[in-house]
């Protein structure tokens, strides 16, 4: 991708040439989305303390974020973020385990954050800090309240994190991890008050007659 200003190439994931420090809009160019109607919003940048503008970006008709000129950070209103990304991806039929490996290496998820709080532009109040999803990279703003703030960039990362199929294999890890869980408890269940397991400290090792009653209640309860 090359500058919007003076052509120059841009580094790695940045938003902001080398050159000639033009910020350039990765988010919504990323989203292959052209700026439609721009006005004037009354909510200020969280980032820069100036008016931001109100974007359209023609999904379901008319479709306003805010954006911040200077920083490029967008403003969502509940539910836009997540509409947003459900037009704006594509996740694959298998996920691309190697450029998956490679984002997490990448300058752009391990450039220093800006971890100052920022204030929701509508209620003024500062925002959590979180991450979208555990496993994208991303953390976000969020007003429980008002919406969710990203810096710059941050929309082209989680679009691009979905797009090689990191939410799929995230959402199989989190099935996984509660399977796993409920078959851990079932196994407690089925070990409960037998001597010597699961309990630390040393009781004599289990006999033959118990362990063939943990069997039996294994399948039982399986
Ligand atoms: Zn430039
Ligand atoms: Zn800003
Ligand atoms: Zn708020």
Redesign the pocket.
Known sequence: MK?V????PLNGKSIK?C????MNDRDLRALHRELGRETASDRKCPRCDILMKSVDLGIDGVFYIERCDRCLGLFFDPGELERVVEVSTCPPDEPDGERLAAMVEEPFLNRPRDVRYAKCPVCERFMNRKRHRSMSGVIVDVCRDHGVWLDGGELAQIVRWINVGGRDIEDEKRVFDAEAESRRRHIDACFKGVPGVGEPGGSPPVRDGSLADIVRRFIQLW
């Open positions: 500058c200003q003076c052509g120059a040439c050159s000639c420090a033009a």
